[in-house]
């Protein structure tokens, strides 16, 4: 494999060295009771936070967004963390005051100290976007580089985010990419150099308007050769394509999508120039008031609520499946939460996890799909933490926290 363009944890010896260390261990709260109700992206990070060990570790870290329910203190994250590391993460209530300064300095390597919620300060959102030499003359920059060695970006789903703690760092300390985040950009590559003409990309959940978006990219790259097509994603194909789905169903669709006729119109031109290589469900499985019923395209149910592709679609995608030397899957093929409609998804997703290619998963329905089947990275070689991060890597724009890794490194081994 070439060399990674960044700074991975094995080009220094941070033993000793004060650390700080960006983690995304965004996570969904009950409102209620302020628990953490999943904490998979906690235990991606678990590889970093051991090589860390020896070091002074300062965390860096972000919770939902103003205005949000689950817009908390990051106290329960450093309890939580704590648990899963079996090492207290003591929580510092502030960011880059005078008393968390102190607090850092007056630490022993093999501390581990979380920060609060950076977005819980205005800097952090307010000045995204802006040039280097305004970032790092902000108190979060200037306060925190002050005292630490290295900066370790472990942040992938965060890394399409230009926030200050994802990128301001970068000409202040040399920056580094931990191992989740080398992990996440060397699976992609991976996928994409792979010298193969069968690289199928299975496109599902209620996310249209960025798969459409993707599966054009990747089909004009050539990084994709065939697309299968499944929940809200297969049906907005279905509808570019002239199947009048109904009112009930276009509803559906329209909730999800801000710009229906938009999408529906990119649809359509990536027909136009790939239709042979994008296939379409030709069955369904509906609601019919409660019940399931399964009906052709031929004679498509307008009157229910589509909610899974149907036999014949899965029997036609699994042998696409079966024939594929690698494998992109971003979303279910339907509700999978409900047990009458779960079908397409166990079915698809089992596929793929009995097929011999090298195969990537991400999204967090997919995820949590993955989880329910209890496919686990020994059937799939990349299960990503990344969401939008994934998309924006996959459609091939701009990842400001990786190219804030590259450029750091350019500054600091003189290249």
Known sequence: MTALPFFTLKDFDL??????LRVDINSPIDPKTGLILDDARFKAHMGTLEELRRS??????HQSRPGKSDFVSLKTHASHLSNLLRKKVEFVPGLFEENVIDRINSAAPGDFLMLENTRFYSEEVVLAEEKPEVLKQTHIVRNLSSISD????DAFAAAHRPNVTLVGFSEEIPNIAGKLME???????TFFNLKSSKRTGVFGGAKADDSVKIIRRMLDEGKLDIVLTGGLVGHIFLIADGLNMGEKNENVIKKEINDFEGVVNEARKVLDQYRKFVYMPTDFLGNDRGKPCFYKLSNFRKDVPSMDIGIDTIASYAAVIRDSDAILLNGPMGV???????????EIFSSIAKSKAYKIAGGGHTLAALEKLGITEREINHISTGGGALISYLAGEPMPAIESLINSKKKFAGV
């Open 56 to 61: 002074k570790v300062v965390i860096l870290a």
């Open 183 to 189: 992990r996440e950009i060397t699976a992609m590559e």
């Open 336 to 346: 999978f939460e409900l047990k009458d409609f779960e079908s397409g998804t166990v």
């Open 15 to 20: 033993a000793g060295r004060t650390v700080l």
């Open 150 to 153: 290295y900066f370790v970006n």
